[in-house]
């Protein structure tokens, strides 16, 4: 595994801490994904300063660093189906959601998963609310009340 930086650290240590109620387990491969139904935060980086158009929103302007992305899969093919997709890198991919955006200009890293159903991928974005991450309004929380599913730590 490559050197990360202190403060990936720090969330790889906040997502894995033995004090949360619930285990997430750090995948880096697609053919490892479960096939349960389950949450997930997508961990992808930005190597440079880029201007993005998010489906119907004004365009943005997202600065190098690591963004995570917190998202649920509840339909049939679970975390499986849902994942194997983010991991497809061909343009002819249609997209659906905010993520599909960001995931045109950043790099796919991995993802942290979990299939207990225990915690809801809102009570993960609020962790993440709490963190040193910055969230970046409105992406990825059409469907609640949450200020973001997406959130930003600048490169170390
Ligand atoms: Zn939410």
């Not at 997430?24 to 997508?42: E, N, Q």
């Not at 609020?126 to 600048?154: N, R």
């Amino acid at each position: 595994m490559t050197t990360m930086p202190t403060n990936i650290i720090d969330i790889f240590d906040l997502l894995a801490d033995k004090s949360f109620a619930v285990q997430l387990r750090w995948i880096d491969d697609p053919l490892k994904l479960p096939a349960s139904k389950g949450v997930y935060v997508l961990h992808l980086t930005l190597e440079h300063k880029t201007t993005i158009t998010v489906g119907a929103m004004s365009e943005q302007t997202f600065e190098a660093g690591h963004y995570f992305y917190v998202g649920s899969a509840k339909g049939s093919g679970g975390l499986l189906a849902r994942l194997s997709r983010h991991w497809r890198t061909d343009k002819a991919k249609k997209r659906h959601w905010h993520i599909d955006y960001l995931q045109d200009e950043m790099r796919l890293k991995g993802c942290w998963v979990t299939t207990d159903d225990h915690l809801s991928e809102c009570e993960l974005a609020e962790v993440f609310g709490k963190s040193e991450c910055q969230a970046i309004g409105h992406l990825g929380s059409s469907d609640c009340d949450c200020p973001s599913h997406v959130f930003y730590l600048p490169f170390a």
